[in-house]
């Protein structure tokens, strides 16, 4: 059984930083990309950032650029998202993804295994 479990998520005032972190387990996912989505109450489900199973290249939503970044542990079993200077745009529940794709994607339809999500509220 494929299991993405989330962790890190909370609330933060703005200017704060959190790091979250996706755990990947049941299967190996050494050949496939992993992503970070989020979804604000009311709104479409938006790519943040996504990284290639090496780790060599990241793609990043230009909300993301120069504020997120996409890592994963040498075992590339968990991948993280860590967010400085955040901003209360960026409250939303976060999602990582993995499966389908061996490319950064920013496309949701191109990842098959999805977490529960976790929560990220930025107070202003």
């Known amino acids: 059984q494929v299991q993405l479990v989330e962790s890190g998520g909370g609330l933060v005032q703005a200017g704060g930083s959190l790091r979250l972190s996706c755990a990947a387990s049941g299967r190996t996912f050494s050949a496939y990309a992993a992503g970070w989505f989020r979804q604000a109450p009311g709104k479409e489900r938006e790519f943040v950032a996504a990284?290639?199973?090496?780790?060599?290249?990241?793609l990043y939503a230009d909300s993301g650029q120069g504020r997120f970044t996409i890592s994963k542990d040498s075992a590339k079993t968990t991948v993280y998202l860590q967010m400085n200077s955040l901003k209360p745009e960026d409250t939303a529940v976060y999602y990582c993804?993995?499966?389908?794709?061996?490319?950064?994607?920013?496309?949701?339809?191109?990842?098959?295994?999805w977490g529960q999500g976790t929560q990220v509220t930025v107070s202003s």
């Open positions: 990284i290639t199973t090496s780790g060599a290249r990241r």
């Open positions: 993804a993995m499966g389908g794709t061996a490319y950064t994607s920013s496309n949701p339809r191109d990842y098959v295994y």
